[in-house]
């Protein structure tokens, strides 16, 4: 079965620090990844996505991923954190076919202070 | 363009009750989904439609719950009766592309 874990619970950062979120998923064929992001209060929003090309992706208010297929990892990143950038952060997958479901990780709450 | 809309926003009943909740996905979107977010974990999957037909409810529990959407639009989840452990954040989400789902505000219930 298809799962996803995502290694840090709650990340506490200064503003500046560097970031890097750490999500590794279990499935044995072609996946889509993904990154959300739910900021406090809104509805989950989709942040970056991986389907196929270039293992370096970019998203939105410059975070990135890295797809390394041979660790099943796909790790967010970006490189100086803003306040706004206190969120919970959720890695997904689903099967490369049309219309799956996405296999959500726990989550990682990460909080920004100024 | 209007996002996927969910209502009620909260809802608090006691066990044994039962509940409903409503979403009307993005307009044209033929792909519904209706996920489970226990508190401290990921969205949870409980069933799919493709326009009115189920795709997949490999994980709704039958024996309480139950979805529909009529006309391949709007779409109704019905818990009944509810226990304690239903108490989480329902979240609709619609897709038309094959990959990109959109996700609306949620309905948090508790009950108690």
């Known amino acids: 079965a298809q799962s996803v874990s995502q290694h840090n619970h709650h990340v506490i950062l200064s503003e500046a620090a560097s970031l890097e979120l750490g999500c590794n998923y279990s499935?044995?064929?072609?996946?889509?990844l993904f990154w959300y992001v739910q900021y406090p209060g809104q509805h989950l929003q989709l942040l970056l996505k991986?389907?196929?090309?270039?293992?370096l992706v970019k998203g939105i208010k410059g975070f990135e991923a890295e797809f390394i297929k041979s660790k099943f990892s796909f790790n967010l990143r970006k490189p100086s954190v803003q306040w706004s950038d206190t969120a919970e952060y959720f890695c997904a997958v689903n099967a490369n076919q049309a219309g799956t479901a996405l296999i959500f990780g726990k989550g990682t709450t990460l909080s920004v202070s100024s | 363009e209007a996002g996927v809309a969910q209502s009620p926003r909260y809802k608090i009943i006691e066990k044994r009750q039962s509940v409903a909740f409503w979403c009307n996905p993005i307009s044209g979107h033929a792909t519904l989904y209706w996920y489970q977010q226990i508190l401290g974990q990921g969205p949870k999957l409980l069933i799919q439609f493709q326009n009115n037909g189920v795709v997949d409810d490999s994980q709704l529990p039958k024996d309480r719950f139950s979805a529909e959407r009529l006309k391949g639009v709007d779409s109704t989840l019905k818990i009944q009766p509810a226990k304690l452990e239903d108490s989480a954040v329902y979240l609709c989400?619609?897709?038309?592309?094959?990959?990109?789902?959109?996700f609306g505000p949620g309905t948090r219930l508790t009950v108690t």
């Open positions: 499935y044995g064929g072609t996946v889509n």
């Open positions: 991986y389907f196929s090309g270039d293992p």
């Open positions: 989400a619609s897709s038309s592309r094959p990959y990109e789902q959109y």
